[in-house]
């Protein structure tokens, strides 16, 4: 961490995901090397002061990056989890990322529960705690990361799967909308 100047308290987000030759069988901090390197090898020049110009430090950018990573598989929906994020972020509000939610729960098994919740002892409860999370939830693309500084402006504030199975996301600006996408996808026929 002190060698990278990494802030956060470990170094998940900065593992560069890649495929990865090595002469010999590496030990795991040879291996962590390599992709820290490789991490910061391939951050564009001059992000963090870039990131600084909108409030963020390298290890909150990594953080939001991550949140974008893991909430849509999309390339083309980065943008717009992006300003759902900042929009929640600059109203105060409870993020309610369910990436984060579940990254934080120790036995997940598929399934929230109301007991997950609900669980203020969570660190990444964003449903509950406000703000950023403490970590990054996993790995993300350089795509995920320049998400963070090209939110859309469409006043979107929520999203939901589609009721397609296709993986997208619709994106409401109204609770009221959100709610009707929320019932069209607990609605949609089950296919097994």
Not at 30 to 42: G, P, R, Y
Not at 148 to 173: A, C, I, M, Q
Request: hydrophobic letters at 35%; glycine letters at 8%; one cysteine or more.
């Amino acid at each position: 961490l002190k060698k990278y100047h990494i802030t956060g308290g470990n170094i998940e987000g900065f593992l560069y995901p890649a495929t990865y030759s090595f002469e010999k069988m590496p030990g795991p901090v040879a291996v962590f090397e390599k992709m820290l390197h490789t991490f910061f090898q391939n951050l564009p020049q001059g992000i963090e002061q870039r990131l600084e110009a909108i409030g963020l430090d390298l290890c909150k950018g990594v953080i939001f990056a991550s949140l974008i990573q893991k909430e849509t598989l999309h390339e083309e929906e980065m943008s717009m989890v992006s300003e759902v994020i900042w929009n929640r972020l600059n109203s105060n509000e409870a993020l309610g990322i369910d990436a984060s939610l579940i990254y934080g729960i120790d036995d997940y098994k598929g399934d929230i529960t109301w007991k997950h919740l609900k669980d203020g002892a969570n660190p990444y409860n964003s449903r509950i705690h406000r703000g950023l999370p403490p970590g990054p939830i996993g790995a993300i693309s350089m795509r995920a990361l320049e998400a963070v500084f090209t939110p859309t402006k469409e006043g979107y504030r929520f999203y939901v799967l589609k009721n397609d199975r296709s993986s997208y996301h619709n994106f409401s600006r109204t609770l009221a909308e959100h709610n009707r996408f929320v019932k069209q996808l607990i609605q949609a026929p089950q296919k097994n």
